[in-house]
């Protein structure tokens, strides 16, 4: 049973057109994720969420936010999209703390932008 | 800030065959962990291999295992009787204590049959 699910799965948009992404997870994490991979490089952090507390990656731009309503669901928002957004978003929990565990990830969100 | 290189974009090995995927990382920290993570095309990333920077002793995991040099900041990651199942995306990572899960650039291997 999956135990990270991304929706949805393929998104196409319009530049400028606002996108939300999201990830709900069973595992009951405290920490949940979010990557942005381009093809053929290494999955960037954008920001992270330990429980409720919000951790924006200094380089994230402002276009990107994020909501975590509760445990289980994360939400990816992208407010106006540009042609640079394009890329696989990928989701991701861990138990967090000093037990630094791994991440489980799921199959992740590929958004186009025309 | 935390890097992770990893210095070779591609790969091959044929079946059957042994291959080490090179890792090396900056940091000022004692305490952190290093991982190695398998992208097979089109799946989910997932989790091959974890070392904990105070463990001396290399981790292992089946055909998996690494070679851990703190001193060096060395973390290679060797498959032994590699599979075709074992075609995907290698990627080292690195964590601390804050949660931040810091990636390599990937290694793309393919083994051939």
């Known amino acids: 049973d999956a135990m990270v699910i991304q929706n949805p799965r393929y998104q196409v948009t319009q530049f400028g057109k606002p996108v939300t992404l999201s990830c709900s997870q069973t595992?009951?994490?405290?920490?949940m994720y979010w990557y942005q991979q381009k093809s053929s490089q290494a999955p960037k952090l954008l920001f992270h969420?330990?429980?409720?507390?919000?951790?924006n990656e200094a380089d994230t731009p402002d276009n990107f936010q994020s909501r975590r309503p509760n445990t289980s669901f994360c939400f990816l928002d992208i407010r106006s999209p540009g042609l640079g957004d394009a890329a696989m978003y990928l989701c991701?929990?861990?138990?967090?703390?000093?037990?630094?565990?791994?991440?489980?990830f799921g199959e992740g969100s590929r958004l186009t932008v025309l | 800030a935390q890097t992770v290189t990893q210095s070779q974009p591609e790969m091959s090995v044929q079946e059957a065959e042994t291959v080490t995927l090179s890792c090396t990382y900056d940091t000022s920290e004692n305490n952190y962990y290093l991982f190695w993570y398998k992208q097979p095309p089109s799946r989910q990333m997932i989790l091959v291999i974890r070392?904990?920077?105070?463990?001396?002793q290399n981790a292992t995991e089946n055909r998996f295992s690494v070679n851990f040099q703190k001193a060096a900041k060395s973390f290679s990651l060797k498959i032994s009787d590699s599979q075709l199942g074992d075609t995907a995306m290698y990627f080292c990572?690195?964590?601390?204590?804050?949660?931040?899960?810091?990636f390599g650039a990937g290694t793309r291997l393919t083994v051939k049959p």
């Open positions: 595992l009951n994490h405290n920490v």
């Open positions: 070392q904990e920077a105070y463990k001396q």
């Open positions: 990572a690195f964590m601390e204590g804050n949660n931040d899960m810091r």
């Open positions: 991701a929990t861990s138990r967090g703390g000093w037990v630094a565990g791994e991440l489980f």
């Open positions: 969420y330990y429980d409720k507390d919000f951790n």
